[in-house]
């Protein structure tokens, strides 16, 4: 198996701070946990953590060159654990209920165009994501530039059921400060600082499921796999698309992308004989959280192939 082993280890880089959490979710936290959402260069959150060597941060940033370059700033911290994925719709996923005693979001992109409205911060999705990982009690802080977003952003999320609107600052002193902060500041913009408390008990519904396998009754063969090749599937908020094989012997990797409301991942089906037919599973190496995209390309392969 080493030439399949090969073509579906991922180069992941070693630096301590960086987690893969697909197989060990909700991710531990203890009564003092901290998030900081899009971290960028990572160093708000790396102050932080040297400041207070008691409290777990967690940071996600959906880009792969700002979680590299924040664990490189985290080198021998380890209080701090950094995810490379995207927020918007991890973030229930990766927490459960009442995680975090704060959640921090500095100088997200407000979205502007009504087509980008769902990436907002104020998307129902995202706004009840957070409701459900804060502890009651607990608050959001977001930072913006942008005044018309910053009240946008505080009655919105102020009329969610389980958030009240609290402070509403303009140019708070803050001890740390963020690189965007920095540049504002420095080109004459006030910077505004809303912030909510969850007030009441909340859950929002997750969507990723721990195990998937499906047996069908065919054995397989080389060309019924390959037959996949660019076929693809779609369902309300999600698609699919099948690529490359991979075999070694009787045992087959069948190259998958998926996308759910945009969250895309790329992973290996794992096809083995087995009894009189076959195992569709995926494959560990490859790692994928099981969103609904997933176990629909699982089911549409193994359907195509029985
Ligand atoms: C304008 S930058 C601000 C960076 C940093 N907070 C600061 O103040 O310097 C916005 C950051 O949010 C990240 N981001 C955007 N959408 C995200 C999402 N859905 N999940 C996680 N991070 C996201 C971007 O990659 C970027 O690093």
């Keep these: 198996m080493d030439l399949l082993r090969a073509a579906t280890t991922q180069a992941r880089p070693r630096y301590g701070a960086i987690i893969y959490p697909e197989s060990g979710i909700p991710l531990p936290v203890n009564d003092s946990t901290?998030?900081?959402?899009?971290f960028g260069n990572?160093?708000?959150?790396?102050?932080?953590?040297?400041?207070?060597?008691?409290?777990?941060?967690?940071?996600?940033?959906?880009?792969?060159?700002?979680?590299?370059r924040c664990a490189r700033r985290a080198e021998g911290l380890d209080n701090l654990r950094l995810i490379n994925t995207d927020a918007r719709y991890m973030l229930r996923?990766?927490?459960?209920?009442?995680?975090?005693?704060?959640?921090?979001?500095q100088f997200p992109c407000p979205w502007s165009k009504n087509a980008d409205a769902h990436r907002r911060v104020t998307a129902?999705?995202?706004?009840?994501?957070?409701?459900?990982?804060?502890?009651v009690g607990g608050v959001f802080e977001m930072l913006t530039d942008d005044e018309p977003y910053a009240h946008e952003v505080r009655s919105v999320l102020g009329g969610h059921e389980a958030l009240r609107a609290e402070d509403f600052e303009v140019n708070p002193i803050?001890?740390?400060?963020?690189?965007?902060?920095?540049?504002?500041?420095?080109?004459?913009?006030?910077?505004?600082?809303?912030?909510?408390?969850?007030?009441?008990?909340f859950t929002a519904q997750r969507r990723v499921s721990q195990e998937m396998h499906i047996k069908i009754q065919s054995a397989i063969t080389h060309e019924a796999v390959e037959s996949?090749?660019?076929?693809?599937?779609?369902?309300?908020?999600?698609?699919?698309?099948?690529?490359?094989?991979?075999?070694?012997?009787?045992i087959y990797l069948l190259e998958t992308l998926t996308s759910d409301d945009e969250f895309e991942q790329k992973f290996y089906i794992h096809i083995a004989p087995h009894g009189e037919g076959s195992l569709l599973?995926?494959?560990?190496?490859?790692?994928?959280?099981?969103?609904?995209a997933v176990r629909s390309a699982l089911s549409d392969a193994a359907q195509r192939l029985s």
């Design 124 to 135: 129902k999705d995202f706004a009840d994501g957070l409701a459900a990982v804060l502890k």
């Design 174 to 201: 803050r001890e740390i400060t963020t690189k965007y902060e920095r540049k504002w500041l420095a080109e004459g913009r006030n910077i505004y600082r809303v912030t909510f408390r969850k007030c009441a008990k």
């Design 228 to 250: 996949l090749r660019n076929t693809e599937g779609h369902g309300e908020k999600s698609f699919w698309k099948f690529g490359r094989t991979f075999t070694d012997g009787d």
């Design 42 to 68: 990572g160093e708000y959150t790396v102050q932080c953590a040297r400041m207070n060597p008691d409290t777990l941060y967690y940071g996600v940033e959906v880009s792969q060159a700002c979680v590299l």
């Design 93 to 105: 996923e990766l927490f459960a209920d009442e995680s975090f005693r704060r959640i921090i979001m």
């Design 281 to 292: 599973r995926l494959d560990k190496t490859a790692k994928a959280f099981l969103t609904p």
């Design 34 to 38: 901290e998030l900081e959402i899009g």
